[in-house]
C-alpha cells in the first residue's frame, strides 16, 4: 500500500470486551507499551501521551460471554505509518481468545485536519455524501444506513444535509460561510453522525472522526481503514470541488470513481474490492450476536485528538 504521509497525525479507538476471567489490568499488564487503565469514562476524557483503556458503558455483552469486561482502548496521537506500526504491537498484547466484539461495539477514526481551511474541509464533506452509499457497501449490513445501530449512532451524513438532491446538499455545504455553519449541515443533531466534526466547532481538538466502522481487533482490517480515512481526507481536501455523479449511476461506478480520484491506492482497491464480496456473501457473520438487543451497533505532536483520543 502506499507510504502515508509521515507528519499525518491521526488516533484510533477500538471499543471491545474480555471474559470475566480476563481483566483490563490483566489486559494492560500484558502489553509491550504502556498502557493507563482508567476508572470512568470522564477521567478518561483529558488528553494524555499513551495508550489507555476506559470503561464504555454504551457496549453490551456477547452471547458467548455474558458477564463481558466492556471497555475502549484509546490510542495517543499517532503519526503516519510508524503510527500504523505501534497499533501493530499494540495489538500483539491482547489475549485474542478473551476478547469478543459484536453489533453495539465499534472502531473510529481520528484524521488531524489542523492544517485544513474552510474550503478544503468543504471538500472533505461534499466528498463523503457523495460517496457514503458506496462505502456502505464495504461495511456489514449493521453498519449501513437504515439500521438500527446506525440511526443510533452513526447516522447518514447525506441525509442530514439539507436539500431534495446530492447536487442540492452539495451546494448547500459550499455556501457556508464559517465553520461552525459546516458543522451544523453534517452534524444537526450532535456527534452521532457517520463523519463527526463537532470537535471542530467545539474546540477540542482539531479532529474529523469516521465512526463507522465495526468493532475488530484485526490489525489488517484497522490499518486498511485508517489508510481509507486518511487518504480520503488528504487528497478530498487537496483536489477540486467534487461534482455530484448523474442519477442512475451504480455503485460499481461510485466505487470504482472514489478509489480511482479520491483514494488512489491500488492495494486499498484490492482489500475493499474483497470486502464488498465478503459482506454480499455473509452480511453480519463476522459479528457475534449481542445478550440482549444491541444497544447500537509512532508518536508525534503533544496535541489531542478524538474525543477521547489523546496524546
Known sequence: MIKLPDMQNFGVELELTSDMYTSPQAIAENMIYPM???????????????WKMIPDSSIICSTSAPDCNKFEIVSPVLCGGAGLSSIEITLRGLPKKSIKVNKSMGFHVHVDVSNLSLSELKKVCQNFIKYEDVMDTFMPNSRRSGSEESMRYFASNQEAVP????????????????????VTAMNPKGRYYKLNLTNLDEGRQETVEFRQHSATYDYHKIAAWVRFCIWFVVHAAKFRPPKAFAVGRSNEYKFQALFDYIIKDRALK????ARRQHHRRKGDTEEEPCSVACAHGGICSAKSLGSRTSL
Do not use: N
Not at 436539500?163 to 461552525?180: D, I, W
Open 270 to 273: 484490492q482489500f475493499y474490492t
Open 163 to 182: 436539500g431534495h438532491s446530492l447536487k442540492q446538499k452539495m451546494a448547500y455545504l459550499e455556501s457556508c460561510s464559517s465553520l461552525t455553519e459546516l
Open 36 to 50: 493507563e487503565v482508567i476508572d470512568s469514562w470522564s477521567e478518561g476524557r483529558p488528553t494524555s501521551g499513551y
